[in-house]
Nanobody, 121 residues
Framework: QVQLVESGGGLVQPGGSLRLSCAAS????????IGWFLQAPGKEREGVSC????????YYADSVKGRFTISRDNATNTLYLQMNSLKPEDTAVYYC??????????????WGQGTQVTVSS
C-alpha cells in the first residue's frame, strides 16, 4: 500500500524548533521528487522545500531560507524538515509530497495527510 505519513507537528513558541518526518511505504522516495508544502488557514497550499530526484539538489522558499533544512534518509525511506527559528507566520498544516513522471503526460503523485504546526506564545 502506497502511503506517506507525517509526524512531528505541534505547538511551539516563536524562535523554537520542530522536526517534521514523513515516512513513505509502498514506493521508494529516492525515485521521486519529494518536498514539503504548507497550507495556512484561508490560503492556498504552497511549496516550502523540495529535493529533486535527478540530482538531489535542494530548493527552499525565500520565506524559510536559512531557517529550514530538508533531508532524506534512504535507509528508512523517510523525508524530514528541520524547522528552526520558527515564526508565527509559519503556522500552517504541513504536507509531504512525492511526484514522479511516468510518461510525457502522466505523473504519479502522492500526498500525506498533513501535520499541524502552530507557532505561538
Amino acid at each position: 500500500q502506497v502511503q506517506l505519513v507525517e509526524s512531528g507537528g505541534g505547538l511551539v513558541q516563536p524562535g523554537g524548533s520542530l522536526r517534521l518526518s514523513c515516512a513513505a511505504s509502498g514506493f521508494t522516495l529516492v525515485d521521486y521528487a519529494i518536498g514539503w508544502f504548507l497550507q495556512a488557514p484561508g490560503k492556498e497550499r504552497e511549496g516550502v522545500s523540495c529535493i529533486r530526484s535527478i540530482d538531489g539538489s535542494r530548493y527552499y522558499a525565500d520565506s524559510v531560507k536559512g531557517r529550514f533544512t530538508i533531508s532524506r534518509d534512504n535507509a528508512t525511506n523517510t523525508l524530514y524538515l528541520q524547522m528552526n527559528s520558527l515564526k508565527p507566520e509559519d503556522t500552517a498544516v504541513y504536507y509531504c509530497n512525492a511526484e514522479r513522471s511516468i510518461t510525457s503526460t502522466a505523473t504519479r503523485n502522492y500526498w500525506g495527510q498533513g501535520t499541524q504546526v502552530t507557532v505561538s506564545s
